[in-house]
């Protein structure tokens, strides 16, 4: 009982420094678990993840497999393992995990409020989570093709649909970042991190009273909105300071 009282303490330490991104320690939180208890699924999984987060493809793969020999309906392990499957082109092998998690899905539908659409956003997640760490790294098309695939598979996934601006502007290509965030905004009206990112990249085009246009709606629709407040206070001196998006 000790014992497990201890190792919930060190997987809840290792969740808050993955959350921070201090992989290095949290993996070794990770596998000090694994070693007093070599079946701990949590302390498994989250090591895998950390392995794909770091690029470290086979070690993840390898780690994957672990947990889904210790628990083969693992859900979450499956549909990683898929998608690493399919970003190194092991399309078979991405192809049959996916169906065996679909035809999971289907089987406890009836008893659980699993659906397609369910799976389909834990597989939309994971490739956000991978167009994220490729975007850390300034690898945009990769990023990109991830984000793309994410919100293919959920689309109502906005954020994503914001970071494909990002990358589009990391990119120079402020003109298709500038048709995808507009784009946003007319589909999405009340989604405030779109207007306040067009507004950053019209100041940044230095079109001020656009900016500001979209600043004081963001403002309109939630007068505490810290972020708007603060490019709103920043926008006079837009002759003197430059806005990155």
């Known amino acids: 009982m000790l014992k497990s009282l201890e190792h919930e303490k060190l997987l809840k330490d290792a969740k808050a420094l993955m959350d921070t991104r201090n992989f290095k320690k949290a993996l070794s939180i990770y596998n ?4 007093e208890d070599s079946q701990n699924i949590e302390a498994m999984f989250s090591a895998a993840n950390i392995f794909h987060m770091r690029g470290d493809i086979s070690k993840a793969i390898k780690a994957f497999k ?17 998608v690493l499957y399919n970003d190194i082109g092991h399309y078979d092998e991405a192809r049959k995990l996916f169906n065996q998690v679909n035809n999971r899905v289907k089987k406890v539908s009836n008893e659980t409020s699993l659906t397609d659409e369910h799976i389909d ?51 120079g290509f402020i003109n298709k970042a500038h048709e995808e965030l507009t784009r946003l905004k007319n589909e999405n009206p009340s989604y405030l991190p779109g207007r306040i990112s067009l507004g950053v990249l019209y100041y940044g085009r230095g079109d001020v009273i656009q900016a500001q246009a979209e600043w004081q709606k963001v403002l309109s629709l939630d007068p505490v909105n810290s972020e708007a ?10 002759s003197e300071t430059t806005v990155n998006y």
């Open 121 to 171: 956003k834990k597989f939309s997640l994971k490739h956000y989570e991978t167009a994220d760490l490729y975007l850390t790294y300034n690898r945009y098309d990769e990023a990109l093709r991830e984000f793309e695939n994410a919100i293919r598979l959920d689309s109502a996934n906005l954020e994503a649909r914001l970071k494909i601006a990002k990358v589009y502007a990391k990119k």
């Open 32 to 35: 000090r678990v694994l070693e």
């Open 66 to 82: 672990e947990v889904l020999k210790i628990d083969p309906d693992h859900t979450d392990a499956s549909v990683s393992l898929s």
């Open 229 to 238: 407040s603060m490019y709103m206070n920043l926008s006079p001196t837009a």
